[in-house]
């Protein structure tokens, strides 16, 4: 029989996340705090629950994907939360980028109440979790990756094992620091080509091969060039990934001095108003022209 | 007819490319500062000349390959440089990475004598050369280019026309801005990970196929978790690229906080004797620890 997996947070990540692991053949009960976000999940032949506690009723597993550290431990732990619908031995798993101590927190509590839960944040964007694609990267004990295993295949298609709970999160904002700063190095490596009039579209067919090659240079640099705002990742999401990460370095005494830097830049765009844009839109603050 | 080629610069990447076009067929008449380097040049069939003018003389094309501005303008333009050799509607390309301005400059010079003139720094590392793979990016007049164009394929696979002179550096200036802060990226989600515990080979396997993938993060991220220091680029060459690349901006009024950042970063590396390691040394200065 396979298992039945309550999933929680539909948003642009969560809703075809969720429609792939019913397309896999998986029995799944929706819950979104925004209840209208459920329907399009409930056409496709998902169950709606009424509550985070009673989408966790009956099932073996349970997904949550939401934005920040306080929801995930509100949906989980807070009254009328997840783990009070849980029946023991099921298995909660976190794919939301929250902060790794809190991860850490929760799977405790989980743990004491019986219940196994697992740290998976994902790499891959919209379009991974559309073409249940995603990178999963894992955090708990190996023995609950091995059971969640075929659910999270339905979502993605390279789980890796990080480590104890926690570690998943921690990987992914590792992930997210490489990510912010080869965004910044496109920003001004194009602005710098703007400036000396050469030609964009020139510079990335001669370096794109080389050393300056990155999978942002590929992905943002064209929409950069093309003046396209529009949010495959955007700004204020990436702003908190940032914090999380900040936060974590700050807490091992590591300076990110590059890290730090680009929140800053990310800010300045905030500030000019492009939070809602896509992370490419940092060019705008680094040649101060829009 | 094939052409004579001058070839002055024989360090790390001048010798292999001067190599290559000796093997292309071409009869190169070599010159070095340092006249131990062109021994090896010699016993492959080059002619050894006397000077740097010397080097010039009845080559329909001069190549330098340098370290930086001041030593490509004494060797072309200074009392005895190779420019005072070079006959009437010869070529000298200079494939150093020096200032576009000094280059503009060069050219100018060169096109007042009757000799034409491209800047054609070239990516690719001393692998590249080696390999005959470089990457070329020209700056001059096409047709300077179409006339040099074969004796530049024998040291590189791929050619650019950037656009007028001063174009071929301007843009690998571009591509060394995007390199430095692809490298910081690594550095500092290495940093992270080492710091929390998280197996970096585990961590790269996860990510290098996603957002956070980069040409740095496949080649030097491997030479961090090794500890191996030893120099694909030295870092202090990597600085003068970047203080290039800062006074090019600084022309335009262009603010480079990433690249800004990286230089002062090196900056720290050197000073803590790590100036003659590879770029990937930046790591310790990151984290703090040998």
């Known amino acids: 029989m396979a298992t039945k997996i309550g999933f929680i947070g539909l948003g642009t990540m969560g809703r075809p996340m969720a429609l792939n692991a019913l397309r896999a053949g ?3 009960r929706v819950y ?4 209208s976000k459920m329907e399009a999940l409930m056409a496709a032949g998902a169950e709606g ?27 989980i732990l807070g009254p009328n939360g997840a783990l009070s619908g849980c029946a023991q031995g099921s298995v909660i798993v976190d794919m939301s980028t929250i902060s790794p101590s809190v991860a850490v927190e929760i799977a405790e509590t989980c743990r004491g109440r019986g219940v196994e839960f697992l740290d998976a944040p994902v790499t891959g964007g919209e379009s991974g979790a559309i073409g249940g694609t995603l990178s999963i ?55 710098l080509a703007q400036s000396a009039g050469i030609d964009g579209e020139t510079l990335l067919e001669a370096v794109d091969g080389g050393a300056a090659g990155s999978w942002m240079l590929n992905n943002l ?9 529009a949010p495959g990742f955007r700004i204020v999401l ?40 896509g992370t490419q839109a940092l060019i705008k603050t680094v040649r101060k022209t829009e």
């Open 26 to 28: 998986y029995a799944v």
């Open 32 to 35: 979104n705090r925004t209840e």
């Open 49 to 75: 629950a009424s509550s985070y506690k009673d989408a966790a009723v009956g099932a073996g597993m349970i997904i949550t994907m939401l934005s920040d550290s306080p929801d995930v431990r509100e949906v």
């Open 137 to 191: 990267l894992v955090g708990g004990t190996p023995e609950t990756l091995d059971a969640a295993r075929d659910v999270l295949g339905a979502m993605g298609s390279k789980i890796t094992y990080m480590g104890p709970s926690g570690s998943g999160q921690s990987a992914k904002l590792c992930n997210q620091v490489i990510c912010v700063l080869n965004i910044l190095a496109v920003c001004e490596g194009l602005a």
């Open 221 to 229: 640099a064209p929409k950069m060039l093309a003046e396209d705002w």
């Open 238 to 277: 990436q702003q908190k990934d940032l914090r999380l990460a900040l936060e974590f370095a700050a807490q091992r005494r590591l300076p990110l001095f590059g890290a730090g830097l680009a929140q800053q830049l990310f800010r300045a765009a905030e500030a000019s108003g492009w939070g809602d844009e």
